[in-house]
């Protein structure tokens, strides 16, 4: 409700409480189709999943570069790595370790099952660019918090944010091509929709290419306002100088 508040003051209090019930319903979703993974089929992924925007991915993979998704905790990003694998084969995801060692094993097995390839987030940079020298797909999750050494801070809903700058700089280094991807849940067809964009121009320049990404995310986030994570600290680091937003 703090995020809701800092990030669509227009909006009424009941507005941000249908949209915080949204959130949960959407990480319900989530979870239900996190369980069913074992066993997907390719039938079951069209009955849950439809696609749109598979040209950009084609195109961007005959550049012969890899393919960057700059994706975000929004929709179901677990489904949509699975879904990738079923209709165009496996990619790579880049992912922190969870706390728990058990739940992580878990989690990664459900990842891993239909291909795809887990990269720890602490030491990604070595097997990301494997990977795209490769012109394999690595998908990375550009949306969370981070510190002021790891990143720069970007306007995002009208309060600076800090964002790492380490998938601009895979970018340049690589001269992958950058597609924006998302799974929504669409309410009016009780599925999915799997959705690559075009790609983003990037200038090779990390502080102004993170602020781009960051932009159109908040286009996204704002089409779809129920199916981000708000429940994440996003603006947790502040700017020097500035106070902090979390009690």
């Known amino acids: 409700m703090r995020n809701l508040a800092l990030a669509m003051p227009e909006k009424t209090l009941s507005q941000h409480k249908r949209i915080a019930d949204g959130v949960f319903r959407s990480l319900a979703r989530l979870l239900v189709t996190f369980a069913k993974f074992p066993g997907l089929r390719r039938e079951d992924a069209d009955r849950w999943v439809r696609c749109e925007g598979s040209e950009h991915l084609e195109a961007a993979q005959r550049l012969g570069r890899g393919v960057l998704f700059a994706t975000a905790h929004l929709g179901d990003w677990e489904l949509g790595a699975l879904a990738h694998a079923v209709r165009f084969g496996p990619m790579q995801v880049v992912a922190r370790p969870l ?3 058990r739940i992580d094993r878990l989690v990664a097995r459900r990842r891993t099952s239909l291909g795809n390839v887990v990269i720890e987030k602490r030491e990604a940079a070595r097997p990301i660019l494997k990977a795209l020298s ?7 999750l ?11 801070f970007v ?6 944010a800090c964002a790492g700058t380490g998938f601009a700089k895979i970018a340049a ?31 090779g ?4 290419d993170t602020r781009r ?7 996204l986030i704002r089409q779809y306002p129920d199916q981000w994570l708000w429940i994440h600290r996003r603006w947790k680091t ?10």
Do not use: C
């Open 142 to 152: 550009i949306d969370q918090n981070t510190t002021p050494d790891q990143g720069t």
């Open 205 to 208: 320049q990390p502080e102004e």
């Open 213 to 219: 990404l960051h932009k159109g995310l908040e286009t």
């Open 99 to 101: 706390d728990n060692p």
């Open 134 to 140: 490769a012109n394999q797909a690595v998908g990375i």
């Open 238 to 247: 502040r700017p020097p100088g500035e106070p902090a937003i979390y009690g």
């Open 173 to 203: 280094h690589s001269g992958a091509a950058v597609l924006p991807a998302f799974v929504f849940w669409l309410e009016e067809e009780k599925r999915y929709v799997l959705r690559y964009y075009p790609p983003v121009e990037m200038t």
């Open 155 to 160: 306007d995002f809903f009208g309060t600076p």
